[in-house]
Structure formats: C-alpha cells, structure tokens
C-alpha cells in the first residue's frame, strides 16, 4: 500500500492544488492529507512542534525554520508569487481601486471590509489603512476573522468587500476579484514548498515537491492568480 502523505500549506496555493497539482499526484497512485491555514497559524503550530512531511508557506518563515533545523534547507523549491487584492461578490458593481485615491474611497464606501487577523494579507492590511490615515474608520466596521477565506462573509452577506491574496479570493465561488491593491500599497509574497527534517516519508516527500515544481505547474499557478516561480523548461 502506498504511504498517506501530511503536508501543511498556506491558503494561497489552495486553488491551484485542489483543482490540479492534488488530482494530478493522486491519479499516480499516492495519499496525501493536507492541512489549510495562513503561513502565521502553521508557523505558530510548528514552533510548538506540529510536524507533517511538506510545508507550503511564505518563504521568510521557511527560512528561519532552515536555519532552525526543522527543514532540510537542500529541499526547498520557490513556487509563486502572491498579490493583495479586493474581492466583493459577482454580479455587484465593482469600485475602481486602480489609484491610491480610489482604493481608499473604495474601503471607505464599504459598508464593512473583511480581512484575517492571522493571514499575511490582513497583517499587510492593518499597515496600508494606517499609512492611508483610515484605521478608525475602516475597523469601526470592519468584519475581522481568525484564519480562513475572508470572502465566505462578503457571501454570507457581512462584508462587501474582502481583503485577501489574489489567489485566495478566487477559491470562493460567487466572488469576483476587484483588482489588486494599486502602489504603493502592494506587496508581493512568494512561496515555496520544503521537506521537513523529521519528515516520516522523505523520498516521497521529496518526490511531491518535484511535482509542485515542475514544467506544467507554472501553468496551473498562472491560472490561479498566482505568479508562478518555478523554472520553466527552455
């Protein structure tokens, strides 16, 4: 029998693995459990000792774990690249956001923003509406979650716009990407995928993040919202 494999991912790769690279790698034969969070709820978890055999997470995180030892610094590959978007549901008229005038009358129009509280976008977040002078205004209506996809509440009808990746708001059907955050409020995140010391299977563990890394991924990360980061064959 094949080995169940365990790996920890971020949310911004979730569309590109459940719709392609997960089908693809079990139609070969192999198991592989995944668990979902924001980069800060998986890192917090493997501080205080969680173990899988892959993380997927932003690639600061990954490296300290490197330089710890809780990685096999030779097994990480650099995936994507993420952008910071709007999402609000399809079908409703979408607010410019291209210029930085624009974007703030966008969130300050909303009847309420959603964002995470332990996502990399909402921590980017909580810096743009200060520096945009609109902390007040913005999280006296704010719809704030703990970990997820901030979009669920523009669908259940408690926020009319979402802060999330790019990538992450279009894992939510209904939903409909309003644009990414214009400069100087960007900020890009990459990803990369690694092998955990201790991982239980390493061969297959290694033999999965060839997979997330190969030629025909680039693709399915482009598809996703995502900029892909892995080589691509000449």
Known sequence: MSVELKAMSTLAVELALKTELLPAWQSLGHRIAVEWNPTGVLIEGVRRGDRADVLIAIDQPIDELVQ??????GSVRPLAR?????????????????????????????????????????????????R?????????????????????????????????????????DGIQVVGPFPEPYQKHTDFSAAVFSDAPNPDVAQAFVQ??????????YARSGLVPRVRIAA
Do not use: W
Request: proline share 2%; no cysteine; aromatic share 4%.
């Open 132 to 172: 945009l002078g609109i902390v007040d205004e913005i999280n006296a209506k704010a719809t704030i979650i703990h970990a997820g996809f901030t979009a669920d509440k523009v669908i259940s009808g408690d926020a009319d716009l979402a802060v999330q990746q790019v990538s992450e708001l279009m894992s939510i």
């Open 68 to 73: 710890a030892g809780i990685l096999l610094g």
């Open 82 to 130: 993420a952008s910071f978007g709007l999402g609000a549901r399809r079908g409703e008229a979408l607010p410019d956001i291209s210029t930085p005038d624009l974007f703030k009358q966008a969130l300050l129009s909303a009847r309420s923003v959603a964002y995470s509280q332990t996502g990399a976008s909402g921590i980017h977040f909580r810096d743009v509406i200060e």
């Open 211 to 220: 997979h997330l890394t190969d030629t025909k991924a680039a693709g399915i």
